[in-house]
């Protein structure tokens, strides 16, 4: 049987380029002569903005710490034993980079069962341990917390989560078995699966405190000497921690069954982590925590060997990676400033726009639009919507007072954008509008500025055919909602610049959006392959399979909506515009639905109805199943999804051949980003690649081995 120590030595070797966290011992006397106590500070040597992780060699430091501590608590030098974090961060879990890296079953195991027995010495201890949790603290560091006797919390904390669940994983060092035994199972689940398939929802430090998670909560200015002074009290008996106690009955069930609930309606069984996390809290009822973490060692092998999590952290590397520094974005030493910012149009879109440039760049927003009737309704939209975050407590009176008299609006354009650097048009998605829009626009604006469309779905170089300075227009399409969803696609017209499009990436990053550089292609990303997506379900309901089959033939996707709902979401006249628009470059691959039409006639805004006596469950609505005309061509479930994957990897091996984005890490970003397209699946192509339908249409895969899968 292997030591601890041989057993992370080994897994160290597997991962050279770990950053190792050291694991300092001090000393010191604790107030009121409570006696001498030894504190581990968990520190990587690097500041805030590089978080202190847990890889092999890391758990080897803590562990030689803990040997050390280990012998003076046995000689009766120490009285107590106390582990906290370098400045603002405690630890945040195990370090992803060395999990990508395993190869096989037992080295995944190695790493379960190095992290839980390094950890549960800590309870083990011939003295009492405290954890002082002074600033993040995520999954490995959260647990490493949950082993000792006691723990504080700071008030500070803005980030506290166990979200392996999130990542395709299952808290896998002590988690799932000790959290339900300390706070209860329904906590346990609101933390372990709620909150991380809920887009990884962070606590604070004082619902860490309510929660019962922490016994005490101290201000951030003076946590440590606060939680020592308290730890001195509870060493004397003079503070007593009382645990509420945890019912082990009808209520661990029902929590358990309610987290089942909750994984289905979000991956409705798409990717197994929530499950085996809901198993081992399930198994934890009777408090044998030894078997809780075997489970763990087990659950946490067989999720490293498999897809899921590789693409959970394929997708996590996408978006905290390349989608801060953007493939093929030019220069950005090539950037203009922006001082101000117009928009043409005062509609619902315009007016969102017009408040996210007014909240993150806070420079003068002028909008315009036909009539003062509009106008002045998209400034007062803007507005309202200041006043609503001042109420919430988002900003206070003075930046309230600043952004609202940023913002104004014109009628006369000239006046508005004479002196803008950056000028965006909301109008109607119609070609001649926009060209109409934008010679205007340039007759009036600086030499300078950049003319951004917002289109969904139209050629920004014909866009810009008509212009003088056609080298300054770039696509800039945001998503509805443009508050929520990250996702900017940047256009890059036939004739666009460096320097106009280097602006547009600087403006993007300042909006705090992913951008994506995209050609100037039908649709170019999202919207392209929602519609070939959407477009395959409408035919297969058009030649005479059941609404109900065709939606449920796409759960296993996992995706956060079924397509009727999203094309509801989206608007079906909206739907049928762009399904119109890429029929006509691609009219052999994008059909437009008689049915969809027929719907969009009759002025219907979806495919469903919603009543309370249903508990506002999506029913087909009688008078669109009036409308539709079906085919007797009755597809099953599994070959309606076939048929849709297909035509999305013909899709996408199409999209990558003309050039539309640099690869297929793009495609994913954007849709994870842009559409909600599960974390778990890693976006699609990993998705695509693992089921096989990469090669089965496109004769290769989408992804080189060891990209969001296992390494060969």
């Known amino acids: 049987m292997s030591t601890t120590a041989e057993l992370l030595k080994g897994a160290a ?25 030894a504190l581990i500070t968990l520190d990587n040597g690097f500041d805030h903005t590089k978080p202190t992780t847990f890889g092999p060699q890391s758990l080897a430091n803590l562990n030689a710490a803990i040997d050390q501590v280990e012998q003076e608590a046995l000689a009766g030098s120490v009285v107590g034993v106390g582990i906290t974090g370098k400045p603002f961060i405690f630890a945040v879990g195990a370090d992803l980079k060395g999990v990508e890296l395993l190869k096989k079953h037992d080295e995944a195991l190695a790493i379960g069962k190095g992290g839980h027995d390094v ?42 989560s166990l979200p392996e669940v999130f990542l395709g994983l299952v808290p896998g060092w002590g988690g799932c078995a000790i959290l339900p035994n300390l706070i209860g199972a329904e906590r346990a689940v609101s933390v372990i699966i709620e909150n991380s398939l809920n887009q990884n929802r962070q606590l604070k430090g004082k619902q860490v405190f309510e929660l019962g998670i922490a016994d005490a909560i101290f201000e951030g200015a003076d946590f440590l000497e606060q939680s020592l002074i308290w730890t001195a009290k509870v060493l004397k008996g003079e503070t007593e921690v009382v645990r509420a106690e945890v019912e082990r009955g009808e209520a661990w069930d029902a929590a358990v ?63 905290q990676k390349r989608g801060k520094r953007p493939a093929g974005a030019p220069d950005k030493s090539l950037a203009r400033p922006v001082t101000k910012v117009g928009v043409v149009g005062a509609g619902l879109m315009a007016s969102q726009l017009a408040l996210l440039f007014l909240r993150r760049l806070e420079v003068p927003v002028v909008l315009t639009d036909i009539d003062q009737e509009r106008v002045d309704k998209g400034v007062g939209y803007v507005h309202a919507e200041i006043q609503k975050l001042l109420g919430k407590g988002r900003i206070n009176q003075d930046k309230a007072n600043r952004l609202t008299a940023l913002v104004t609006g014109v009628l006369d354009k000239a006046e508005g954008f004479a002196d803008a650097d950056f000028i ?47 080298e300054r227009v770039v696509g800039f399409h945001f998503f509805n909602p ?12 036939e004739q666009t610049d460096d320097a106009s499009l280097a602006t547009a990436f600087g403006v993007a990053k300042k909006l705090k959006k992913t951008a994506v550089l995209t050609k100037d292609a039908p649709a170019f990303v999202v919207n392209r392959i929602l519609t070939r997506f959407m477009g395959e379900i409408q035919n297969v309901i058009d030649e005479g399979t059941p609404v109900a089959t065709a939606e449920k033939a796409i759960e296993p996707l996992g995706l956060p909506m079924s397509p009727l709902v999203l094309l509801e979401l989206v608007g079906p006249a909206i739907g049928l515009h762009v399904s119109e628009t890429l029929n006509r470059s691609f009219p052999e691959r994008f059909t437009v639905s008689p049915n969809l039409k027929r719907v969009v006639e009759a002025g219907k805004r979806g495919f469903y109805v919603y009543s309370a006596e249903n508990g506002f469950k999506p029913e087909l609505d009688p008078e669109v199943a009036a409308l539709l005309v079906q085919g007797d061509s009755v597809l099953t479930e599994e070959q309606v999804r076939d048929r849709v994957l297909d035509a999305v990897a013909q899709e996408i091996g199409l999209m990558l051949e003309e050039g539309v984005v640099a690869e297929a890490q793009d495609i994913d970003l954007c849709l994870i980003t842009g559409a909600g397209w599960p974390f778990h699946l890693g976006g699609i192509t990993p998705y695509l690649d693992r089921e096989g339908v990469s090669e089965r249409v496109n004769g290769k895969k989408f992804l080189a081995p060891g990209v969001a899968s296992v390494p060969a």
């Open 13 to 37: 070797e597997l991962f050279p380029d770990e950053v190792v966290t050291s694991a300092h011992v001090r000393h010191l006397d604790l107030p009121f002569g409570a006696g001498r106590f």
């Open 119 to 160: 950890f549960k010495r800590l309870s083990a201890l011939a003295v009492p341990t405290f954890a002082y949790y002074n600033g993040a603290a995520m999954g490995g560091g959260v647990e490493v917390g949950l082993h000792c006797s006691y723990r504080t919390v700071s008030k500070a904390i803005p980030a506290f």
């Open 257 to 319: 069954a309610k987290g089942r609930a909750i994984a289905d309606s979000k991956v409705h069984g798409a990717a197994p982590a929530a499950y085996r996390a809901l198993d081992i809290i399930a198994a934890a009822k009777d408090g044998d925590l030894q078997a809780g973490f075997d489970a763990e060692d087990k659950a946490l092998a067989d999720l490293i060997m498999g897809g899921e999590l590789r693409s959970g952290i394929y997708a996590f590397n996408l978006v």
């Open 424 to 470: 965006i048009e909301a109008v109607f998605e119609e070609m001649s509008v926009k060209q109409k829009v934008f010679a205007e626009v340039e007759a009036v604006a600086p030499a300078h500025a950049i003319l951004a469309t917002n289109t969904s779905s139209l050629s920004v170089s014909e866009m810009a055919s008509k212009l003088q300075h056609p």
């Open 482 to 493: 443009v508050a929520i969803l990250p996702l900017l696609e940047i256009v890059r017209g």
